[in-house]
Nanobody, 127 residues
Framework: QVHLVESGGGLVQAGGSLRLSCAAS????????MGWFRRAPGKEREFVAA????????YATNSVKGRFTISRDNAKNMVYLQMNSLKPEDTAVYYC????????????????????WGQGTQVTVSS
């Protein structure tokens, strides 16, 4: 299984931006579908965004569309989540997830589909 380490979280004012990074090691990265999830205090974990192995196909949940962008750099084994126009309701621990799918076009949007998870990074948006 691939090992994932997130970074880039922090405290930001509403309307601000953060860029989360996820470093992956231990696998053929191009064949991994990648995703970002988050868990807010007292809430269930929820899907945020996902990207195919090639990076061509992406999908984001409605609440972040137009504000968050997922991308990847396969040469560096990295996945990113650019978060703009942050809102207090975006406050959560953000997790990177990976699943070997043996293809470069697959996008996965459900947590149960993923096999590897990072430790999470805290994002706090103040009003």
């Amino acid at each position: 299984q691939v090992h994932l380490v997130e970074s880039g979280g922090g405290l930001v004012q509403a309307g601000g931006s953060l860029r989360l990074s996820c470093a992956a090691s231990g696998g053929t990265f191009d064949y991994y579908a990648m995703g970002w999830f988050r868990r807010a205090p007292g809430k269930e974990r929820e899907f945020v965004a996902a990207i195919s192995g090639s990076g061509i196909s992406t999908y984001a949940t409605n609440s972040v569309k137009g504000r968050f962008t997922i991308s990847r750099d396969n040469a560096k084994n990295m996945v990113y989540l650019q978060m703009n126009s942050l809102k207090p309701e975006d406050t959560a621990v953000y997790y990177c997830a990976a699943k070997f799918v043996g293809a470069t076009y697959v996008v996965l949007t459900t947590a149960s589909a993923y096999g590897s998870w990072g430790q999470g990074t805290q994002v706090t948006v103040s009003s």
